[in-house]
């Protein structure tokens, strides 16, 4: 059996060229695209990913907004700038960089982005439509699982799929989406009994754990899908939530870098071309 090595770029730089092609377009009419992404205080890693977003959104000919807040921002201030760019008719997609700072309520902060320009569906309206599954909308992580799965053609109806996480972010929507897909969905967590039987039935196993090499070999069954989600360090090294050795009874696999993460950066500026 030949293991189907499912890479994000392949899907990314397809998504990229309709993406531009559109925001291109649109200037032509005079209509033009600006993603504001707002950070507070230092969190390293977000202003990495902030970094190459900003980066993502300029090659695709979208202008580009970025509010530094020091740590020490207050809640209400940190809202009251998100309401500018509500407010702001030439933002047309807003980002707040999380985790903020442990003062600041995060999920009061998505809460305040206009629905319409809610790029990562931080607001439970948009998230509440998904939930009832009428949304097209959902937070850019399961988006792009569902477009890498699409990509390589992996069928999903009638499928017993296995999601490892419950997180608002990654887990929950991706298991709304795959049930949109008509999936057999079962949600996994850190309380679940059973957890390695139920892996070892899924068709597809979608890991969103936060634990390097947390799924091994032998909790899978032969021909299973993975699709890995995980962004872990060991040793200085990039490893996924599902172990490397899971590949060779996996009939397709997202890699660990260059599987999910490099879709999931150019889901940024989706809802920015789709508003077009
Ligand atoms: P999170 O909020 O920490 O959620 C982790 C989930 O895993 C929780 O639901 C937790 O269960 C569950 N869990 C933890 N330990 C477990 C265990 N021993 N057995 C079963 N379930 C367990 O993380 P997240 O934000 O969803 O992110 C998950 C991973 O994806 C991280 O590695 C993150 O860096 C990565 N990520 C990648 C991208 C990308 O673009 N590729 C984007 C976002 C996140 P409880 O709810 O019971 O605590």
């Given amino acids: 059996m030949e293991t189907l090595i499912m890479r994000g770029k392949a899907v990314a730089e397809l998504l990229e060229k ?19 992404v707002v950070t507070v205080g230092e969190d390293e890693p977000s202003h990495v990913y902030k970094n190459r977003l900003i980066k993502i959104a300029e090659r695709m000919g979208a ?8 740590k020490e921002t207050k809640q209400e201030e940190v ?3 998100i309401e500018e760019l509500n407010n702001d008719l030439a933002i047309t997609g807003i980002l707040p960089m ?9 999920d009061a902060v998505g809460a305040k982005v206009d629905r319409n320009k809610d790029v990562d569906c931080l607001n439970p309206l948009n998230a509440g439509e998904l939930y009832m599954g009428k949304s097209r909308w959902a937070p850019c992580t399961p988006r792009a699982c569902m477009a890498t799965l699409k990509h390589y053609g992996i069928e999903l109806s ?9 997180s608002n972010v990654v887990g929950k929507p991706v298991a709304l989406l795959l049930l949109q897909e008509n999936a057999t969905v079962t949600i996994c967590h850190s309380r679940t009994e059973n957890l390695q039987e139920l892996i070892k039935t899924a068709d597809v196993v979608v890991a969103a754990v936060g634990r390097a090499n947390f799924v091994t070999s ?8 993975i699709v890995d989600v995980g962004i872990n360090f060991e040793n200085g090294k990039l490893v996924g939530d599902v172990s490397a050795d899971v590949s060779e009874k996996a ?26």
Avoid: Q, Y
Avoid at 18 to 36: D, F, R, S, Y
Avoid at 63 to 70: A, F, H, I, R, S
Avoid at 158 to 166: E, I, M, W
Avoid at 253 to 263: A, D, N, R
């Fill in 63 to 70: 202008k580009t907004k970025v509010v530094e807040l020091p």
């Fill in 251 to 276: 009939s397709a696999f997202t890699p660990v870098p260059g599987g999910i993460g490099v879709v999931s950066n150019v889901m940024v500026m989706d809802l920015l071309a789709r508003n077009l």
């Fill in 98 to 106: 999380m985790p903020m700072p442990k003062h600041i309520n995060g």
């Fill in 158 to 166: 009638g499928k017993h799929v296995v999601v490892v996480g419950r």
């Fill in 79 to 81: 809202e009251a700038v």
């Fill in 18 to 36: 309709e993406m531009t092609e559109k925001i291109e377009n649109a200037k032509k009419n005079g209509k033009e695209v600006c993603l504001a």
């Fill in 218 to 225: 032998d909790m899978v069954k032969e021909g299973v899908v």
